[in-house]
């Protein structure tokens, strides 16, 4: 053989490799993040206590329902105290057959609270669909979901603020942030990341928990993803410094609508609550 027919079906076995493992492997290699979460005024009551997020399950089809339930496994086996569900929990092509109510059947909790929030593929084709949305909560909240709308709800002493999609036109931040004291300890959850440029979050400082991205699902070495669908191109995944003490961190999240993904694992991301004191610092 040649070194030119040589070099071709070298390069033709690596592009084979390298798209199996980008459609078989990665897609259902789930990383377990763990990251710090100092939140101000945080109750004594939850220092250590662990808020899993859980992002993107595009329950479907498209996305193979064992592989979910094993996430599921995963996340009860860290044993949280707080679960929460920032969207799309299904895609919007899809309809909600029995195989979908079984997966939502076998939602995770935590121990003090489990919340989520609605993302534009629950909203259904072209995010309008507003039954399927309610089917969407109705589902959730058979399997302990409490699904927050604009909403704040209380756990332990901790706020969890819950907006609406966005993209599907429900996304209100001043019903939101008019249920929230300046001062009460808080954690914020939007489906879209461009979320946190709209006007008003006042006077709002902590943790707005995010998906939508994908993390782009396909990222080239050192290099940003190609395709991601916000307005702000730097919110791709991970940890955002905000104006305002705010901070964003978005999930690359657990499905996928093309089984594909490289160097863009999905996670499920476990925070671990700490106590910040008034000057920014951790308390010990």
Not at 41 to 53: E, H, I, K, M, S
Not at 166 to 176: D, K, M, V
Request: charged share 25%.
């Amino acid at each position: 053989m040649s070194r030119r027919r040589l070099l071709a079906a070298s390069v033709a076995a690596a592009t084979s490799a390298l798209g199996l493992y980008a459609w078989r492997i990665e897609p259902h290699w789930l990383r377990v993040e763990h990251r710090p979460m100092p939140i101000r005024g945080l109750p004594t009551n939850l220092v250590g206590a662990r808020l899993v997020q859980i992002s993107d399950l595009h329950i479907g089809p498209r996305v193979d329902s064992d592989y979910l339930l094993r996430v599921f496994q995963t996340v009860r086996e860290l044993k949280p105290t707080i679960v929460a569900y920032t969207g799309d929990f299904i895609t919007a092509k899809s309809s909600i057959d029995d195989n979908a109510r079984r997966v939502f059947d076998k939602l995770v909790q935590g121990s003090l609270g489990t919340f989520g929030i609605l993302g534009n593929h629950d909203y259904g084709r072209g995010w309008e669909s507003f039954d399927v949305a309610e089917e969407v909560v109705s589902l959730s909240a058979k399997a302990g979901v409490t699904i927050l709308r604009n909403q704040v709800a209380n756990v332990g002493g901790l706020s969890v603020l819950g907006f609406d999609d966005l993209w599907a036109g429900q996304f209100s931040l001043s019903e939101g942030m008019a249920q929230l004291q300046p001062d009460d300890p808080c954690v914020a959850l939007v489906h879209n990341p461009d979320a946190v440029d709209e006007p008003g979050w006042g006077n709002f400082r902590g943790w707005i928990l995010s998906g939508h991205t994908h993390g782009g699902q396909c990222k080239p070495p050192f290099l940003d993803p190609p395709l991601l669908p916000v307005r702000n191109r730097r919110y791709t995944s991970g940890e955002f410094e905000l104006s305002g003490e705010r901070r964003l961190y978005i999930s690359r999240g657990v499905g996928h609508l093309i089984r594909v993904r490289f160097n863009v694992r999905p996670e499920i991301t476990v925070f671990e609550l700490e106590r910040e004191s008034d000057n920014g610092q951790r308390s010990v």
